[in-house]
């Protein structure tokens, strides 16, 4: 099994092997159909979709969880759904999803995922979160064109409590029998030894195999080279299954379907290991109407810190939601009765504007809380229509009189950091555009500069980008 790895990662035996993959796609699937009855197989993301999971199966699922995930749309692959719904319906079951520490925040991206913990333990399931403290170590190399840049345990650690706190709000923690947990992988992979791990678990593991997984077949193809430390991902989380399983008595992994390979791998190495049925099911990866990856704005990222983004930024990103886009994401991200959403969708025209402002009052009060809704609202009525002078929703930063005094602070600068553009050439063309703002007073030179002769006896301005983006500059 160490010959074999080590063959592996020399490039002429990759190029050889994946010349050969389609053999190895072919038997992969037949093995798929043969163990799992109700698997989707392997295939481009963008043609697996639920109806490859038996439709009548589909159809007569009983648990609540599962009939909400058919319902909502979080439902995309699944291995022996039948199974699962039978196991669900008669007992609480444990479900882990897991989230490397890659960032100190997570981004709506990861939300489609949070929610479904939600809904299982709504549904009287017990969520378990994974985090990757171990893992991220290695670096997920899933849909990447290149390799992570490896990060420090201190960095590792910083991002794992920036992404942790954020669960609580969507989930409850405790000792009941459907209280969350959370647990981080690194209590086990870090200790692992590496050539007690090769024997025991190398051989349940084929070149073969890992390679005909989408996940793998899409890097390989990739220009930047695929490294064996990232190749070692795919065992390392299909044993994360084995261990909760062992552990916590977890029989349910859920994901994204660009994990589906991984997933896979971990139902049959704790198959092949301690002789347990444990299943996989992911939902879809989200995208706009318009194809673009769920979690990006004009602004950049839109994370779920509030240190990171305002709850008057994260509300007027669901309230810029496109209009094809306002009832799946109803469905996705919030938890209004079907039935409300099916009104909803009903709306034409402008009055599809009401759907999205719900949108945005539903999934930010679920994130920061209904409190927060009154100073976005006040903000708005100042921004838009000209009433109140509420700023206290918006991003805010500080500078001193200091510096102030002399040249005064670039725009430029103060405009990156509120995150009024995704960069400066950017933001220098909204100044061009006539797009950029202080109060009310357009900025005409890119290379302007904020004094306190523009405070004009306030403590605070406001920036403006656009009609929709402002931030406020207050003074110390």
Not at 107 to 120: A, D, E, F
Not at 161 to 181: C, H, L, R, W
Not at 337 to 364: H, Q, V, Y
Request: glycine share 8%.
């Amino acid at each position: 099994t160490a010959l074999g790895f080590a063959l592996f990662a020399n490039q002429k035996v990759i190029s050889r092997a994946f010349s050969f993959r389609h053999r190895a796609v072919d038997r992969s699937r037949g093995y798929l159909t043969r163990q799992f009855s109700s698997t989707a197989v392997e295939a481009d993301e963008d043609t697996v979709t639920n109806d490859q999971i038996d439709p009548d199966a589909l159809k007569n699922i009983k648990d609540p969880f599962l009939v909400t995930m058919r319902d909502r749309g979080f439902m995309f692959q699944c291995t022996n759904i039948k199974e699962l719904d039978e196991y669900m319906t008669n007992q609480a079951t444990s479900a882990y999803l897991g989230f490397d520490a890659t960032a100190d925040s997570l981004h709506v991206g990861s939300l489609t995922q949070i929610m479904i913990l939600r809904h299982l333990q709504k549904s009287g399931h017990r969520p378990l979160v994974l985090i990757g403290g171990g893992t991220s170590k290695v670096g997920d190399p899933t849909g990447k064109d290149e390799s992570r840049k490896l990060m420090t345990d201190d960095t590792i650690q910083k991002n794992t409590d920036g992404i942790s706190k954020v669960f609580e709000k969507f989930i409850t923690f405790g000792e009941g029998p459907t209280d969350a947990m959370m647990v981080n992988n690194d209590d086990w992979l870090s200790s692992l030894k590496y050539l007690e791990f090769l024997r025991d678990y190398g051989t349940q593991f084929t070149i073969n195999r890992m390679m005909s997984f989408e996940s793998v077949k899409q890097r390989m193809a990739r220009e930047a080279p695929f490294s064996f430390l990232e190749f070692n991902y795919m065992i390392l989380q299909a044993y994360d299954f084995l261990e909760l399983n062992r552990r916590f008595g977890v029989k349910l992994q859920l994901g994204g379907s660009d994990q589906w390979g991984n997933m896979i791998s971990g139902t049959e190495l704790t198959r092949k290991c301690d002789q347990t049925q444990v299943f996989a099911l992911t939902a879809p990866l989200i995208t706009t109407s318009d194809g673009k990856k769920m979690g990006k704005s004009e602004g950049g990222a839109v994370w779920l810190n509030a240190e990171k983004l305002s709850e008057y930024d994260y509300w007027q990103f669901w309230r810029n939601t496109a209009d094809d886009d306002v009832v799946r994401f109803l469905k996705l991200f919030t938890e209004l009765p079907l039935e409300e959403i099916d009104e909803l969708a009903k709306l034409k025209g402008a009055d599809i504007n009401k759907a999205k402002i719900i949108l945005a009052d539903e999934a930010t009060t679920m994130l920061h809380g209904k409190e927060c809704l009154v100073p976005i609202k006040e903000t708005i009525k100042s921004m838009f229509t000209g009433g109140g002078q509420s700023t206290e929703s918006l991003p805010r930063i500080f500078v001193s009189a200091e510096d102030l005094s002399g040249d005064g602070v670039k725009f430029l600068d103060l405009f990156t950091e509120l995150k009024l553009g995704n960069s400066k050439k950017e933001i220098r063309r909204l100044i061009q555009g006539g797009g950029a703002k202080v109060n009310d007073e357009k900025i005409d030179d890119e290379n302007g500069v904020l004094t306190a002769d523009d405070f004009a006896g306030s403590n605070e301005v406001t920036l403006r980008a656009g009609k929709k983006r402002a931030g406020v500059v207050e003074m110390k």
